[in-house]
Protein backbone atom coordinates (compact mmCIF):
# COMPACT_ATOMS: atom_id res chain seq x y z
CA UNK A 1 0.00 0.00 0.00
CA UNK A 2 1.26 3.14 -0.82
CA UNK A 3 0.47 7.11 -0.86
CA UNK A 4 1.93 9.62 -3.09
CA UNK A 5 1.37 13.12 -1.98
CA UNK A 6 2.16 16.06 -4.44
CA UNK A 7 1.63 19.72 -4.83
CA UNK A 8 3.35 21.23 -2.09
CA UNK A 9 5.21 24.69 -2.76
CA UNK A 10 5.73 28.33 -2.04
CA UNK A 11 3.20 30.98 -2.14
CA UNK A 12 2.33 34.37 -0.93
CA UNK A 13 -0.25 34.75 2.16
CA UNK A 14 -3.96 34.98 0.56
CA UNK A 15 -3.05 32.76 -2.62
CA UNK A 16 -4.83 28.80 -3.07
CA UNK A 17 -2.73 25.60 -3.45
CA UNK A 18 -4.02 22.52 -3.81
CA UNK A 19 -2.38 18.99 -3.14
CA UNK A 20 -2.88 15.79 -4.29
CA UNK A 21 -2.41 12.10 -2.76
CA UNK A 22 -2.39 9.17 -4.89
CA UNK A 23 -3.02 5.82 -3.70
CA UNK A 24 -2.26 2.39 -4.60
CA UNK A 25 -3.84 -0.59 -3.78
CA UNK A 26 -7.64 -1.59 -4.56
CA UNK A 27 -9.21 -1.39 -0.98
CA UNK A 28 -6.85 1.37 -0.43
CA UNK A 29 -9.51 3.56 -1.99
CA UNK A 30 -12.20 2.80 0.00
CA UNK A 31 -10.37 3.66 3.14
CA UNK A 32 -11.12 7.03 5.60
CA UNK A 33 -8.35 9.14 3.85
CA UNK A 34 -7.18 12.51 6.59
CA UNK A 35 -4.30 15.19 6.01
CA UNK A 36 -1.81 15.98 8.71
CA UNK A 37 0.82 18.58 8.71
CA UNK A 38 3.57 18.90 11.00
CA UNK A 39 6.23 21.79 11.89
CA UNK A 40 9.55 20.52 13.07
CA UNK A 41 9.98 19.24 16.82
CA UNK A 42 6.17 19.52 17.15
CA UNK A 43 3.77 16.53 16.44
CA UNK A 44 1.17 16.00 13.41
CA UNK A 45 -1.85 17.86 13.40
CA UNK A 46 -4.55 17.22 12.06
CA UNK A 47 -6.30 18.60 9.49
CA UNK A 48 -8.95 17.19 7.15
CA UNK A 49 -10.57 13.84 6.97
CA UNK A 50 -12.81 12.47 4.68
CA UNK A 51 -14.84 9.07 4.95
CA UNK A 52 -14.63 6.10 2.61
CA UNK A 53 -17.49 6.85 0.18
CA UNK A 54 -16.81 11.10 0.79
CA UNK A 55 -19.70 11.69 2.65
CA UNK A 56 -18.41 12.65 6.08
CA UNK A 57 -15.82 15.25 5.99
CA UNK A 58 -14.20 16.81 9.09
CA UNK A 59 -11.64 19.82 9.41
CA UNK A 60 -9.50 21.68 12.41
CA UNK A 61 -10.97 24.63 13.65
CA UNK A 62 -7.81 26.06 12.48
CA UNK A 63 -8.92 25.35 8.58
CA UNK A 64 -12.44 25.58 8.59
CA UNK A 65 -13.66 27.68 5.71
CA UNK A 66 -10.35 27.75 4.20
CA UNK A 67 -9.92 24.52 3.19
CA UNK A 68 -11.64 21.51 1.31
CA UNK A 69 -10.73 17.52 1.27
CA UNK A 70 -12.51 16.11 -1.33
CA UNK A 71 -11.72 12.51 -3.28
CA UNK A 72 -12.09 10.41 -6.26
CA UNK A 73 -12.18 6.83 -5.57
CA UNK A 74 -12.26 5.84 -9.33
CA UNK A 75 -8.50 7.28 -9.57
CA UNK A 76 -7.88 6.59 -6.29
CA UNK A 77 -7.05 10.25 -5.16
CA UNK A 78 -7.96 12.47 -2.30
CA UNK A 79 -7.22 15.89 -3.02
CA UNK A 80 -7.04 19.51 -0.20
CA UNK A 81 -7.87 22.59 -1.78
CA UNK A 82 -6.25 25.04 0.40
CA UNK A 83 -7.90 28.85 0.27
CA UNK A 84 -6.87 32.11 1.48
CA UNK A 85 -3.36 30.72 2.81
CA UNK A 86 -1.86 32.14 6.01
CA UNK A 87 1.72 31.68 6.92
CA UNK A 88 0.68 29.12 10.04
CA UNK A 89 -0.22 27.07 7.19
CA UNK A 90 3.31 26.36 6.71
CA UNK A 91 3.96 23.20 7.36
CA UNK A 92 5.00 19.47 5.71
CA UNK A 93 1.78 17.91 4.93
CA UNK A 94 1.02 14.10 4.85
CA UNK A 95 -1.79 12.39 3.48
CA UNK A 96 -3.06 9.61 5.60
CA UNK A 97 -5.24 6.18 5.28
CA UNK A 98 -6.98 4.36 8.10
CA UNK A 99 -8.93 0.70 8.18
CA UNK A 100 -11.57 2.40 10.11
CA UNK A 101 -14.50 3.69 8.93
CA UNK A 102 -14.80 7.23 11.21
CA UNK A 103 -12.75 9.90 10.65
CA UNK A 104 -10.02 9.75 13.46
CA UNK A 105 -7.65 13.12 14.50
CA UNK A 106 -4.70 11.51 15.71
CA UNK A 107 -1.52 10.15 13.65
CA UNK A 108 -2.18 7.36 15.92
CA UNK A 109 -5.47 6.01 14.17
CA UNK A 110 -4.00 5.71 10.53
CA UNK A 111 -1.84 3.19 9.34
CA UNK A 112 -0.62 4.02 5.92
CA UNK A 113 0.92 7.27 5.61
CA UNK A 114 2.33 9.34 2.42
CA UNK A 115 5.55 11.17 1.81
CA UNK A 116 5.36 14.65 3.46
CA UNK A 117 5.05 17.79 0.83
CA UNK A 118 6.01 20.97 1.72
CA UNK A 119 4.05 23.68 2.17
CA UNK A 120 5.76 27.48 2.26
CA UNK A 121 3.56 30.79 3.25
CA UNK A 122 5.31 33.87 3.30
CA UNK A 123 3.33 36.87 4.30
Known amino acids: VQLQASGGGSVQAGDSLTLSCAGS????????KAWFRQLPGKEREFVAGISGHGRNTQYAESVKGRFTISRDNAKNTVWLQMNSLRPEDTAVYFC?????????????????WGQGTLVTVSS
Open 25 to 32: GYTLSMYT
Open 96 to 112: AASREFSIGYSSSEYED
